[in-house]
Structure formats: C-alpha cells, structure tokens
C-alpha cells in the first residue's frame, strides 16, 4: 500500500503503519498525476493495477477496492470504476452527485454534473418526482492499468473536462476505455 501526498504531515503519520508514504509534487492538478508521479518512481510494471483511494473516502469498504480491481482485471479497458442507483430526484438534480451512462459491455459513454440520460417528457411534467428508469451515481473509485495511468497526465484536457470539471472525461475523451458496475455495496458517505 502506498500513499501519496504533498503534505510531509500525511507523511508522518503514516510512517508507523505497514504502507509506504511517496512525497510527491505540490504541483499536480489531481490525484490520478499524483499517483502516475507514484508508478514512475517505483517503476511499477505496464500491466499493473493501481487503485486509487483518495483522501476523502477513508471509510471505503475492502470489498468495493477489490472490487473495482477485479472489475478491470476481468475486462480490456485501462480503467475501471463502480456506480450505485439514484433513488431520490434531490441526488438527481444535485450537481455535486456524479452521474454516469454506459453502454455495452459496462463501458462508461459519459460522466456528468447533469441528470443523464435526461428525463425530457418526466421533467416536463414536473421535477418533484423521481422519473423512471436508470440512474447512476459514480463512486469517485478507480482502479488504473499502469501504463493509462501514466498517459493520462500528459493527454490535454479536453474540452468536456473543462466544462463539467470532472478529470475522468479526460481519458475517456482521449479513446481510452473505462468499465464501470454496480458497486456491491452502498459506500458509507465520503468525509468532504
């Protein structure tokens, strides 16, 4: 296990635990460099997996990590990530609440601040009411093969990300494939 940070106070405090805590660059945009810095400086393999678990999910199960490492494991993609169904319409409208689509083979089409797909004929009736069908909210999960990994920081952002803020419309926008799945569990809630 492996923590990266730019904060030499992290670095101290996991140093009595069983992990190896990288100092890394005050200067990345996100988590995913900052963890692409990781995988160059210990020469981590191409055909690794490295799963990210940021700072403000510390009550994420094991369950939904081995998960989202089977996840892409088991398909070809260069990296993978797990949803839960939207049950209210205030998740639905909140901007803040992720959602994605995806397609055959559980690959992600598009990642928004946005309710997707959007429920025209409910909506313009009312949006008081939860519409029919699937909705999904991301987990901001993600399990990366090594050699993805370390592409993405030097792909340019594209204009989605700029617009939705969102990093992982950067890869997806630049070909590369993302799996997704119903996570195996509902996540107990992030501490941001």
Do not use: W
């Amino acid at each position: 296990i492996y923590v990266a940070t730019d904060d030499a106070r992290i670095i101290d405090a996991v140093a009595e635990y069983d992990v190896i805590g990288v100092m890394t660059s005050e200067d990345h945009e996100s988590g995913t460099d900052r963890l692409a810095e990781v995988a160059q400086l210990h020469q981590f393999d191409d055909d690794d997996i490295v799963v990210n678990l940021q700072g403000d999910e510390p009550l994420i199960e094991p369950e939904l990590l081995q998960q989202v490492a089977q996840l892409l494991v088991s398909n070809e993609a260069s990296i993978s990530t797990l949803m839960t169904p939207i049950t209210s319409v205030d998740d639905l409208l909140n901007p803040n609440v992720v959602k994605v689509v995806s397609g055959e083979n559980n690959k992600a089409l598009y990642f928004s601040r946005a309710p997707i797909p959007y429920p025209r004929d409910a909506f313009s009736k009312t949006k008081c009411i939860m519409p029919e069908g699937s909705y999904y909210r991301h987990l901001g999960l993600y399990a990366y093969k090594v050699s993805a990994l370390i592409k993405i920081p030097t792909l340019p952002a594209s204009e989605l990300e700029s617009i939705e803020k969102l990093e992982q419309l950067r890869p997806l926008s630049s070909g590369l494939n993302i799996v997704v799945e119903n996570a195996c569990m509902i996540p107990k809630a992030g501490v941001d």
